[in-house]
């Protein structure tokens, strides 16, 4: 085996089928984007002429809806730390505590979401928060609340929280299995030796828990804000970024550039910014991560 470490054509042999099918499924198509971005492009293989930063100056500078798309990603970026993440851990936390038959049903019952199909999830919540039909406005009319009737998905003035709900509850059971199997690999010891110098409740949790769940937190929260930045399916069956641009998010706002405004050289260059705005948003957030758990 040494021998076969110290030879450089074999190392050579043995990754170069990773790198070409990186290359062939990562790179290249990142090289023809930017390629297309600079160009006035209607479709691959149609005639176009060489147009510069053309579409990245109208994009950047009198593009309103790349940056609302961008602000609502942004949003829901936010969401997903602030509220789906917390609310992760605190579960997490209970269903460690529970234990038996039941921390298993309830571990499974949170799951449920995240194994149905992104259509029938779409199609679920169009359903339930259909102003005529929906089982939300009808169970407000039976509590006697029906002036707060509502079409949710509807109106802009709701349709964005409505979005953001329903993706952060979709997303919620990703983060509670993370966190609870982070809690699994922490030893029992840790909470027994802190308990004895005195800690207990939200103290013991905040000091033991949290900091040694760092690691885990870190790839969330990086998981999170991609997640956010690149989410489509959703929003594309239920709203497809309307009512007007109130959901408009990146991916959604490319989508519908590149297939329904047939501006492919315009989508492409929406797309190395989303790539960039990726890679910006990752290093960010591990920055700010590993710096806060430096402080623990």
């Not at 009737?149 to 409505?162: F, M, Q, R, V």
């Not at 993706?167 to 802190?194: N, R, S, V």
């Not at 929003?235 to 329904?260: E, H």
Request: proline share 4%; aromatic share 16%; net charge positive.
């Amino acid at each position: 085996m040494q021998k076969v470490f110290n030879n450089k054509m074999a190392i050579f042999l043995f990754v170069f089928p990773g790198i070409l099918l990186f290359s062939l499924t990562f790179l290249v198509p990142i090289v023809l984007s930017a390629y297309y971005s600079f160009r006035d492009t209607l479709s691959p293989g149609t005639p176009s002429a060489f147009i510069g930063f053309a579409n990245y100056t109208e994009l950047l500078f009198h593009d309103s809806r790349f940056w609302l798309a961008l602000r609502n990603a942004v949003l829901l970026g936010l969401g997903f730390i602030l509220i789906q993440h917390p609310v992760a851990i605190f579960f997490a936390i209970m269903l460690d505590r529970l234990g038996g038959k039941a921390e298993k049903w309830f571990r499974t019952i949170f799951f449920i979401p995240c194994v149905i199909s992104v259509v029938v999830i779409s199609k679920m919540w169009l359903s339930l928060l259909d102003p005529t039909f929906g089982a939300f406005n009808k169970m407000l009319d039976s509590l006697g609340l029906g002036m707060l009737k509502h079409a949710w998905l509807g109106d802009s003035s709701t349709a964005l929280i409505s979005m953001l709900f329903i993706l952060i509850w979709a997303g919620f059971g990703w983060g509670l299995l993370f966190y609870y199997a982070g809690l699994k690999g922490i030893p029992d010891d840790m909470y027994e030796a802190a308990s004895l110098d005195g800690a207990s409740g939200f103290r013991l949790h905040w000091r033991i828990t949290v900091p040694l769940l760092s690691p885990v937190i870190t790839v969330q929260i990086t998981l999170a804000m991609i997640t956010a930045l690149k989410q489509m399916e959703t929003v594309f069956l239920t709203t497809n970024g309307g009512p007007g641009d109130s959901t408009q998010f990146l991916a959604v706002y490319l989508y519908n550039k590149a297939f329904s405004a047939s501006q492919y050289g315009y989508a492409n260059a929406i797309s190395i910014l989303f790539i960039i705005v990726c890679l910006l948003a990752t290093y960010l957030s591990n920055k700010l991560t590993r710096s806060d758990a430096t402080e623990f």
